[in-house]
């Protein structure tokens, strides 16, 4: 009787596994590993209910029990074939999310590539279409200098003369921010050398910039992606954390890049990154603008202990 009801409960459960695995091979988009394991299944309930039957009967037949000792070694060859071929559900696992990295990092780049160029054709259209209207104007000023006698019209001659020059340069300044001329004709080292040399100048604190890279040259979006970076973290700097100094290095090693970056300042709790207590969107962007070229962005910070940042990218 004990017997009977282990036979029973063994055959339900292995219909209902035989069922569940039949369902797993159209997900799997039939996949020999799932077939055989699946066609496992089903044969062990096959099996049982050829016990069942030879039970019922009482006087157990040699053939009957022949078929069900080579169903027993057919199902352990399935299973066998099945568990080495289901590596492949694996691969193709890991392969799918590969491609899908692919895609979203090709996306990202085309993204920031547009971004970029929009940049660009707004610099270029600022500085050739508003710099030479200016220019004129200027001209014009010069051109009614000593012609004008009235104290008050010269004085209001030199206001012009001054808001036009700064107009002139805050073309050239927006201009420049928004394509860098030093980044596209002499590279990252001289760049980011320019722009810490204009921070120096402020004199809120001190840049150190050192690098191995002068006169080498990246891929232009590389170059882009870490100039907007380190100008974004020595803002960061600026701002937040109340630094007097700021390290720099930038160095090519034999296939890779690595730019070092450390301040002196207060720091800040690095969990708060991608929480909502953190509104702000620039480290986050360097992150991804790493990322889109293949590269890595570590920032580490301690209250009190300044904070320290690392970009490293495929040369
Ligand atoms: N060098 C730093 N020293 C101290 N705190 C920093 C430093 N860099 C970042 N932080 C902290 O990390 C937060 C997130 O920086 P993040 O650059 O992402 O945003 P943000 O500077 O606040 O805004 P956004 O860059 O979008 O203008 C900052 O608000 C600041 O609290
Ligand atoms: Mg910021």
Known sequence: ?????????????????????????????????????????????????????????????YIWQMIDEWMGVLISFMIIVGVILIREIFYSLKKAEADRLKTERRVLSAII???????????????????????????????????????????????????????????????????P????????????????????????????????????RLEADKEVIVYRAVCELINNSLVHSGASKIDIELNKHD?????????NGRGFDTSILGTEDCTGMGLSNIETRVKSIDGIFFIESNRGKGTSALIKIID
């Open 181 to 216: 001329h030093v980044l596209e004709n002499f590279g990252l080292s001289s760049a980011i050398g320019a722009f810490a040399a204009k921070v120096n100048q402020i004199k809120a604190l001190e840049v150190d910039f050192r690098s191995n890279m002068e006169g080498i």
């Open 113 to 179: 590539n547009t971004e970029e160029n929009e940049k660009k054709r707004f610099a270029k259209d600022l500085h050739d279409g508003l710099g030479p209207l200016l220019s004129t104007v200027k001209m014009a000023l010069s051109a009614l200098n000593g012609k004008i006698n009235d104290p008050a019209g010269i004085e209001i001659l030199q206001n012009t003369n001054h808001v036009v020059n700064e107009a002139i340069n805050t073309i050239k300044e927006v201009s420049n921010n928004l394509s």
């Open 255 to 263: 296939r890779f890049v690595t730019l070092q970056y450390s301040d």
């Open 1 to 61: 009787m004990v017997r009977l009801v282990a036979l029973i409960i063994s055959i339900v459960l292995q219909v209902i596994a035989a069922v569940i695995a039949v369902k797993f091979v159209r997900l799997t988009k039939y996949r020999l590993s799932w077939i055989l394991l699946s066609l496992a299944f089903v044969f062990m309930a096959v099996r049982k209910l050829i016990q069942l039957s030879e039970f019922l009967r009482g006087t157990p037949s």
